[in-house]
Every structure is written in structure tokens, then in C-alpha cells.
């Protein structure tokens, strides 16, 4: 049982480290400034601990050198995918108001390079799925769970 508290004295009470980043990630979203960085980091290692996976080499200074070498779209498109951890690429371009995966891929090939100069492997920041239906490939973008550590404890996109 994990149990988080408020300031208010609350006691919210989850069952497992899935449940408690729900809460916590809903708590996030509804009081942006309540959470504290200390929480954002109780949020990165529970996260962490959720997915068995190791910690990754993303530092606060190579974070932020990342993130202000980028564009406005691919800024755009790392904060969706920080929000939604995984996006199909149609809602992606929905989303951004793109009409095509060319256009996409364009962006996307921009973040992979900026990762690059910054000797960052791409796979660092996200990942693509594949998925063939009748004939038909889709395109699943998901966000690296180091990526997402890294960007919770620094409270990006805010």
C-alpha cells in the first residue's frame, strides 16, 4: 500500500506504484503548482520503479541543452508525448494540424538529430511501433520512460 499525503493533511491510499502515478500525474495536471519538485521526483522514481527499468544517463544540464535547441514544433511534440506517453501518428497530426506522415517524419527526423549533436541515441528520447492492419501501417510514437523521468523531475513542459 502506498499512501500519499497532502498539505492539507489528506491521505490518498493506492494499491500498487501504477495507481500512485495516477494519482500523482492527476494531482499534477489539476494543481500544477501544489507538487513540489520532491514530489515530481517521488513521481520519477515510483515511475521507475513501476517499469523495472534502470536509471538512463539523461542529466539536468543535457535535458535542458536538448530541450533549447529545439524548435517550437518538436518542443510541441515531446510535450505531447511527455503528456500522453504514447500517441498513434494520426492523432499526432491531428494534434499538431499537420495533413501528412512526411510533414511528421520531418519533425520528427529534427528531434532525432538535435539528440544526435548532443550524443543523445534518438531511442533515448522516443520510439516507434509499427503495426500492419489489412494492408495498412500505423505508426505508434511512444516516449522514453528515461526521457519521461527526466522531464517529470524537471516539471516540463509545465
Known amino acids: 500500500m502506498i499512501k500519499i499525503h497532502d498539505k492539507h493533511g ?21 494543481r500544477q503548482n501544489v507538487i513540489r519538485p520532491p514530489a515530481l521526483k517521488a513521481l520519477a522514481a515510483l515511475s521507475s520503479f513501476a517499469s523495472g527499468e534502470e536509471s538512463t544517463s539523461w542529466t539536468d544540464d543535457a535535458f535542458w541543452q536538448f530541450i533549447e535547441a529545439l524548435g517550437d514544433m518538436p518542443k510541441r511534440i515531446l510535450a505531447l508525448l511527455v503528456e500522453k506517453r504514447r500517441m498513434t501518428d494520426h492523432d499526432l497530426r491531428k494534434a499538431l494540424m499537420i495533413e501528412t506522415n512526411l510533414e511528421l517524419g520531418g519533425i520528427l ?45 524537471m516539471n516540463w513542459p509545465g
Open 10 to 30: 489528506n491521505v490518498i491510499e493506492c494499491s500498487d506504484a501504477k495507481e500512485a502515478i495516477a494519482v500523482l500525474q492527476h494531482l499534477q495536471r489539476e
Open 109 to 153: 527526423s529534427g528531434v532525432s538529430k538535435q539528440a544526435s549533436s548532443h550524443g543523445i541515441p534518438a531511442r533515448a528520447v522516443f520510439t516507434i511501433e509499427n503495426e500492419s492492419k489489412g494492408g495498412e501501417t500505423s505508426k505508434t510514437y511512444v516516449v522514453n520512460t528515461g526521457f519521461l523521468r527526466i522531464a517529470t523531475e
